[in-house]
Nanobody, 126 residues
Framework: VQLQASGGGLVQAGGSLRLSCAAS????????MGWLRQAPGKEHEFVGG????????YYANSVKGRFTISRDNAKNTVDLLLNSLKPEDTAVYYC????????????????????WGQGTQVTVSS
């Protein structure tokens, strides 16, 4: 599967953005799909994900209640809605796919994702 992320941009603190991940060469509901990010000078960080069969979502504590991940099987896309953005959310955001065999504890880390798309920049100004 190939992944293409879009929707990043510059937004003021408290604002919102919607990121979208379009998949080709495979279907998103056959993978655990995730969004991860990398801030300047930092390691990749898990943000949120959606399980391949149940569609259950899971989030990092830092974004819980502010970010929402959703999947559209008909469009073969996975979106991430970012609300109440903070300057510390500034990062390059990546869409990624992980094996359906991985357990949740693995999926909460970047190691749970084998296929990554190119990133999209999100910048939050204070």
């Amino acid at each position: 599967v190939q992944l293409q992320a879009s929707g990043g941009g510059l937004v003021q603190a408290g604002g919102s953005l919607r990121l979208s991940c379009a998949a080709s060469g495979g279907t998103v509901n056959n993978y655990n799909m995730g969004w991860l990010r990398q801030a300047p000078g930092k390691e990749h960080e898990f943000v949120g994900g959606i399980r391949w069969r149940s569609g259950r979502t899971y989030y990092a504590n830092s974004v819980k209640g502010r970010f929402t991940i959703s999947r559209d099987n008909a469009k073969n896309t996975v979106d991430l809605l970012l609300n109440s953005l903070k300057p510390e959310d500034t990062a390059v955001y990546y869409c990624a796919a992980g094996s359906s065999a991985y357990v949740l504890s693995t999926l909460l880390t970047p190691e749970g994702y084998d296929i990554w798309g190119q990133g999209t920049q999100v910048t939050v100004s204070s």
